[in-house]
């Protein structure tokens, strides 16, 4: 990958020439001779990387290719402990003085004749890479950027790629998949409690396998209790534990047993056994590597002759024969794709354009690329998203056919998998390659927010500009291209279709990325056993490496992040004193889920930090010296204690995303909410910031935030009625806006939007919580609106409310909270696309009334309390895609007065009386398929 860190130091270098060159004064020449020296490389790096692939490890092109590799960053190092060291005595003399001394001589240790010498050997070195890259013949490329290259493919939003396999795309499993649920729910041992294990090696789709066990009708109408719990390599019995009863309450919808992270083991085992004393349960262990599994959890799940169901997928044959405790036990091997069954799944996968019709012209290629797959789902799912790519090219089908060759043939088991896998990541543009590697700075089976990544990525300066485009909206694109390729997987979509989590396949993360990562020291996963590599660009800490992170004295690491709450009885920082002298050259520090309570002053002399997340942490102040870090990017303060946003952080123009939030229960509004942030007055150099969510409105603050015209989310509460008119006045002059929300100061003040002009047209969340005198007029040609929620808006009964919201075409959720003050709703017509519908708090609403052909693909409706309504909604039968029905909280003679007829083919939906008391949330009454009267 010398291609890839030539180019990222170049464009480093580029910048800082165009936008820093003050601070390079007096170095300006010798820093512009060595872009030029790096530039004349780039022809043929392209070549050399390809060759020190297909190398031994004893090549002298692999040799080559390091040595590139690590010039280019030390000649990054260089050059930021230099702007490092300039920035910290411009904060000590100021600017000015600063910048005149510069001119004579830089103090201490970086003087402006040491980084001369310094640059002078880097030159000499380069010249020395580039005399000896002739033994090797490297052919020269012409450098296409990948804006271009890619530019067809990235216009096409491929959300849609992203969505789970269907039914219909499954291949050679589903004989399997039969039997299993045919082996839950009977057969002559269904009253014992029955383990089957699924064993067979990674990528064979184990997991896919169990999870259409899991998800089938017929499997969860036979299980009320079920449970699905990740194992992976690295656990803790007390966790998988913990997992078990926490899934087993959702499942219900019932709420998880306070205390359970305190429990020991003992008192775990005990909770679960007495929960699940006389229960028909099933649960699913995906991806268990350990036999002392079982030895374990069995202990937690009792034999109750109910019928009881566990199924165990594993990679290894021991953990599956360890589990089979008696005769009954199953042990099935998953076997790979038959050729037929390969060359369907291919096809489906590679020609989706026609049907899986593969053209005459490809198809000797075809068949011995999926011959060479060896029957793996998993790579010939990967090797299809890469020819999917390219259509009917044959010279470009030719060229993989010809080199996957030399791929496979040398080993035709795990290995072979990794070379058709590597193929993939070997054909990235050099951006992605960088944007697929940090998936390695996450635990495995870990699944990511999209968000986090993406701001990870622009903080890295993994992601390259392109005119017309937000940073964010081109980072959307390269995860967009990545899922597309069959190399990272979509965890989870939310109802609106949008990708909100995201993984790699363990496979692939053991397979391909941390061998890249390591043999580079691009990243380093620090655990127990670990041994500290000082090289690493990207370092994550475990818990369990406490000693060793403690131990580390300095680190050339651009980013540090902590997992799985990192300090047991004591913060982060304890056992890391001096962070900052210890790790100079940080762009990303992220404390998510960590004990840290304190964060110190001197994390502003982190001058290059880009990325800080203290989401979820005990910090409650912020240094005043957060002031400093000039290139900040990204603060996320969710989930944290802090209140109160210093005056300092006003000064940060590169600013991004301020994100801040904790929730409380809010006594004025009666409900928990979110508790917004202070900010002072004074934020006019916020000009690029994107997100700003949820900030304390004031009178100044509402009319600043009118020069944020880049914002793409905003958040603000306790608004009064007197400034409405500033802010819609702010509001109008955010072209960009994409999610609002506004929150009343208390429950009778009065939103009054209806001034905003022009509307923001690309708007797709509005949430208003708080009266309103009438519905806002420009609501009405809110076309992207996708959700829209409206709280305590005590409109008066009026239809052409309801008319004008069912006139929106791309709405698809809808909350209304205590919202309307109507005796009546009648659903006539409209929500093309509406697909959850909540109507909570109504309390003047007697009837409703769903008339034929309203709301077709509605998915879930939430009613209640509505202590008047004396009926389940006249019409509900015309509600042909209804899947969930919830009644909270509705009087006894309302459900008392619910008339369905069950039944067991599901044709119409699940039916869910709920209670509550205080906090508790109760089921009391659960219809699985009703059919209304």
Known sequence: MAETAVIIVIDKLVSLLTEEGNLLRGIHDEVTSIKDLLESMTSFLKDAD???????????????????????????????????????????HGLNGFLHKTTHIVGGLFTRHEISLKIQRIKKRIREIMKTSVAYGFNSTQRIPFSSSRRDNMSFDQRMTSLYIEEVELVGIQTLRDKLIGWSIGGEVASRRSVSSVVGMGGLGKTTLAKKVFDNSRFTEW?????WITVSQSYKNEDILRNMITEFH?????????????????????????????????????DVWSTNLWECVKLA????????????????????????????????????????????????????????????????????????????PLAIVAISGLLSTRGGDVPQWRKLHDSLGSELESNPHLTNVTKILSFSYHDLPHRLKTCFLYFGTYPENCPIRCSTLIRQWIAEGFIQEQIGKTLEEVAEEYLAELIQRSLVQVSYVDERGVRRECQVHDVMREAVILLKTRDMSFSQFLEEDSRFNENSRHLSVDSNAYNIFGSIGSSRAHSLCFFNGIGGPQNPLMSCRN?????????????????????????????????????????????????????????DLKQSLVHEIPYAINKLPKLRNLLAYNLHNNKQLGRTTKRA?????????????????????????????????????????????????????????????????????????????????????????????????????????????????????????????????????????????????????????????????????LNSLKFMR?????????????????????????????????????????????????????????????????????ERVMTTKIIDSAVFM
């Open 50 to 92: 390809e060759k020190a692939e297909r190398a031994n490890n004893s090549s002298g092109v692999k040799t080559w290719v390091k040595q590139t590799r690590e010039m280019a960053s030390h000649i990054e190092d260089v050059i930021d402990e230099y702007m490092h060291h300039v920035a910290r005595n411009r904060d000590k």
């Open 223 to 227: 299980f009320d209790w079920r449970a």
């Open 250 to 286: 959702r499942t219900r919808n019932e709420s998880v047993p306070e205390g359970i992270e305190t429990m020991d083991l003992r008192l775990l085992i005990h909770t679960l056994r007495g929960y699940l004393k006389e229960k028909r349960y099933a649960v699913v262990f995906d």
């Open 301 to 376: 799940l009792p034999d109750n002759n109910n019928g009881s169901r566990i199924i165990i997928t594993t990679r290894k044959g021991e953990v599956a024969a360890s589990c089979r405790e008696a005769f009954f036990d199953q042990v099935y091997d998953l076997e790979p794709l038959s050729p037929d069954k390969a060359w369907e799944l291919f096809c489906k996968k590679t020609f989706r354009d026609s049907s899986g019709y593969c053209p005459p012209e490809l198809k000797k290629f075809a068949t011995t690329i999926v011959s060479r797959c060896g029957g793996l």
């Open 579 to 635: 962070l900052y002298k210890r790790f100079k050259l940080l762009r990303v520090l992220d404390f998510e889920d960590s004990l840290l309570d304190h964060l110190p002053e001197e994390v502003g002399y982190m001058y290059h930090l880009k990325y800080l997340s203290l989401r979820n942490t005990r910090v409650k102040i912020l240094p005043k010296s957060i002031g400093k870090l000039a290139n900040l990017e990204t603060l």
């Open 677 to 841: 942030v202070v900010i002072h007055e004074g934020i006019e150099r916020w000009r690029n910031l994107q997100k700003l969510y949820t900030v304390e409105a004031t009178d100044s603050l509402v009319k600043e935030i009118g020069n944020l015209k880049q914002l793409r989310r905003l958040g603000i509460q306790k608004l009064a009625r007197k400034q409405g008119k500033d802010l819609c006045a702010s509001i109008g002059k955010m072209s960009h806006l994409q999610s609002l929300e506004v929150v009343a100061i208390n429950g009778d003040e009065i939103i009054n939007l209806q001034s905003i002009s022009p509307p923001p047209q690309r708007l797709q969340t509005l949430i208003l919580i708080g009266r309103l005198k009438k519905l806002p007029d420009w609501i009405a040609g809110s076309s992207f609106l996708t959700r829209l929620d409206l709280s305590w808006s005590r409109l008066a009964g009026d239809p052409n409310t309801l008319k004008v919201l069912q006139g929106l075409p791309n709405l698809v959720q809808l909350l209304i909270y205590d919202a309307f003050s109507c005796e009546e709703l009648h659903f006539e017509e409209g929500f093309p696309k509406l697909k959850e519908l909540s109507l909570i708090k």
């Open 850 to 918: 769903i008339h034929n052909g309203a709301l077709p693909l509605l998915e879930s409706l939430i009613i209640g309390p509505c202590p008047q309504l004396q009926q389940v909604p006249s019409g509900i039968r015309n509600l042909k895609n209804l899947k969930y029905l919830d009644f909270l909280d509705m009087p006894s003679h309302f459900i008392d007065g619910i008339q369905v007829q069950e039944t067991e083919h599901h044709v119409g939906p699940k039916v869910i009386v709920v209670k509550t008391e205080g």
